[in-house]
């Protein structure tokens, strides 16, 4: 297991659920909300973005200016614009390369790993992120793949923006988790 001391870039988890903790259905996306995908390339453009194959295969293609790095257990899947690992140690490994090489090459980085989903890439790496960016959505769906369950206690949460329902999209809101140290 990764030992969090032997690397300094930061891993922020970032996620769009319901109430329900619900993220995905396995093949797309369950609600489109352009503001939410402005803000999201805002946030991960020019980062490594670690992600499974499940969510991979739902955006059907890599994400432009962000290392796709995705985690299969599969050893012969491979995909255009992909780097694919095997193991979430060598997931981080390879982000914190990528992002090491850009700064070697002068070119613009955002020196941040972000989580990326799905379910099981979230059970893998959050125990890693102090800071998790989150869209909290009000849509009624309670199938599908799961965001873990966090202890409230362990995160200061401020409410950023909110958005009401409107014709077009659901009650949205975007929301801070930082985790409190305990000493």
Known sequence: MINKDNYKIPMICIVAMNQNRIIGDGKKLIWHLPGDLKRLKFMTLGAPLI????????????????????????????ADGAIVVNSFDEAVLRANEWIINRIKSNIDVNRKIFLFGGEQIYNLGLEYCDLIE???????IDA????????????????????????????????????????
Request: charged share 35%; no cysteine.
């Open 134 to 140: 989150m869209t909290k959505v009000i849509y009624d």
């Open 51 to 78: 992600m499974g194959r499940k969510t991979w295969n739902s955006i059907g293609r890599p994400l432009p200016g962000r290392a796709n790095i995705v985690l299969t257990k599969s050893r012969s899947w491979i």
């Open 144 to 183: 599908g793949s799961k965001f873990p369950k966090l202890n409230e206690a362990d995160w200061e949460q401020i409410q950023l923006e909110h958005f009401k329902k409107d014709k077009e999209f659901p009650e949205y809101s975007y929301w801070r988790y930082k985790r409190i140290k305990r000493y």
